[in-house]
């Protein structure tokens, strides 16, 4: 038998990612875990690659984890391992998997489809192939298990995954609310893992050099009082780390947490105003601000409280604030969506990341599809592509609004030209931005940065008759911060000539000029 008989893999988006779930099997593979092996790959590799990697080493088993953004590639990845190696058994696992299973090719090819919360199932199944008791079915539903049941898995990141790669971790899963186009609503509720030997895990974690930790919890602040003894247990390590006034900035603690927008009690605002300054990261989803939407798709939230959340905390706090819209939801007009990102612009969050409905696998959202007229690409990641409101050129134009602005407003660039570009309409200036760009350039990605402050400028001064002083200041601002060299190709003539005279050849040409008024 070989050392490895069994590989458990997925291909990430991108190589800064780490696999939180794989991490979980390899922790809970109990006697079988030194034949077992954990192997990463990317989604832009190719297939033939990843399958001449995967077999490499003669394995009895893969095990695949399926998700929305390697859908695609994975199939291929099973496409090849089936007609190379047929006699390698190969196990599905994953959301993309979960649900509509049936319906899958990807799932006619395989061995074996574990659908839901795979931690003890995928070893059971495994010592049920190598003992030679094969399951009967193809089809197998995770057993239920209890999170004190499980292994945890923060044992299972490398050095270099420390070194080089985003360290995901979670207090808590699932989700009590039930928005119909996320999967976390088919959750009952949320089941906390045991505080302290998770607090235990932080520590080790924190011992072996990790910084930066993403919670990947849908609802850290549901219960407060262990949100606050996780937020404690860090700024006690920030306490520490001020006793280093050389301590360099990759070494300081950077936290990552999904936030409910509209539970925020005055406990839970205290100990946030502690934190210091680049420390902190807050993912708010919103989604809506149309109180009709949220009914249809079955989203509580208190729209006054979220608002005044929000601004508290970009008022009152050093964190970072990441809001989320989206495009496309069931019965929200153009109209609607532009009041609700004009409305979310005045609260001035840091980041809106402008998402774009999809049809995730087993979501409810799936019930509106007919009433609607709600029509999906049918490949991933399943976005929408128009519905009885919006049509397919309008939603098109919006996809683009969301790239566009994920590279300016997003990118933080541009923070001196964004609250001039946007001016009081923001929605409507930046769509008109987005129209522009795409006519001019016909790209959504790979603009070169400046060529971009060039854009801007002929837009901002030729299309929107801004005020080119205003607007050659603010870019400059831009510009000196973005690191470009050379000089700006926007500027007029005469102002690129002032751009080459030295900044300590003008100071001295200043001083000397006010000593001649004396």
């Known amino acids: 038998m070989s050392s490895t008989t069994i590989i458990l893999s997925t291909l990430n988006a991108r190589y800064i ?56 590639e994975t199939l291929q990845v099973v496409k090849l391992l089936k007609k190379i190696s047929p006699e390698t058994i190969i196990i599905l696992g994953g959301p ?34 190598l003992n030679n008791k094969s399951p009967l079915q193809k089809i197998i539903k995770a057993a239920p298990f209890k999170l004190n049941d499980i292994k945890l898995p923060y044992d299972e990141y490398s050095n270099e995954d420390i070194k080089n790669r985003v360290i995901y971790v979670e207090a808590s899963r699932g989700c009590p609310f039930k928005c119909e186009f996320c999967l976390s609503s088919l959750d009952k509720t949320v089941y906390p893992f045991e505080l302290e030997p998770f607090l235990t895990q932080m520590q080790e974690l924190y011992q072996r050099g990790v910084r930066s930790f993403k919670f990947i919890d849908r609802t850290f602040n549901l219960k ?97 604030i990441h809001a989320d819209l989206i495009i496309g939801l069931p019965g929200e007009t153009l109209d609607s969506f532009s009041h609700g990102f004009n409305k979310l612009i005045k609260m001035d969050p840091h980041e809106i990341q402008v998402g774009v409905l999809k049809r995730l696998r087993g979501t409810p959202i799936i019930r509106h599809t007919e009433e609607y007229d709600m029509r999906y690409n049918p490949a991933a990641p399943y976005d929408i592509l128009s519905n009885n409101i919006i049509d397919f050129p309008t ?26 570009l946007l001016g ?27 060529r971009l402050f060039s854009l801007l400028f002929q837009f901002m001064t030729h299309e929107l008759k801004l005020d080119k002083e205003k607007t050659i200041e603010y870019l400059l601002m831009d510009f000196t911060d973005s690191g470009i060299k050379g000089q700006p190709k926007f500027l007029p003539s005469k102002e690129k000539h002032k751009e080459t005279v030295k900044p300590e050849k003008r100071r001295s040409e200043s001083r000397q000029k006010r000593h001649q008024l004396r």
Not at 253 to 259: A, N, P, Q, S
Not at 431 to 440: D, I, T
């Open 96 to 129: 993309e998997v979960t649900y509509e299973v049936e319906q899958q090719e990807i799932t006619t090819l395989a061995d074996y489809v574990i659908t839901g919360q795979a931690d003890i199932t995928f070893r059971e199944t495994c010592k049920a192939i």
């Open 395 to 420: 939603m098109q134009k919006l996809k683009r609004f969301a790239r566009y602005w994920d590279m300016i407003a997003n990118s933080g660039r541009f923070k001196h030209t964004k609250p001039f």
């Open 224 to 320: 407060v009082n262990t949100s606050i003894q996780i937020m404690e247990f860090f700024l006690n390590k920030m306490q520490l780390d001020l006793e280093h006034p050389d301590l360099k900035e990759q070494d300081k603690i950077y936290l990552h947490f999904e936030l409910i927008p509209d539970h925020l009690p005055e406990k839970l605002k205290s100990i946030m105003q502690r934190f210091p300054e680049d420390s902190l990261q807050f993912e708010i989803g919103i989604q809506s601000l149309n109180p009709d939407i949220q009914e249809i798709i079955s989203r509580k939230q208190d729209n006054v409280k979220a608002q005044q959340n929000l601004v508290w905390i970009r008022e009152n706090t050093h964190a970072h």
């Open 17 to 72: 990612h780490a696999s939180l779930g794989l991490r979980y099997l390899m922790a809970n593979m109990g006697d079988l875990r030194q034949q077992t092996q954990l192997t990463e790959f990317i989604i832009n590799s190719r297939p033939i690659d990843i399958v001449e990697s995967l077999l490499q080493d003669n394995p009895k088993i893969i095990g695949l984890g399926v998700y929305i953004w390697n859908a695609g």
């Open 424 to 450: 009081n309409d923001a929605f409507e200036r930046f769509l008109a931005l987005s129209n522009w760009l795409h006519a001019k350039t016909d790209q959504t990605h790979n603009i070169a940065l400046a």
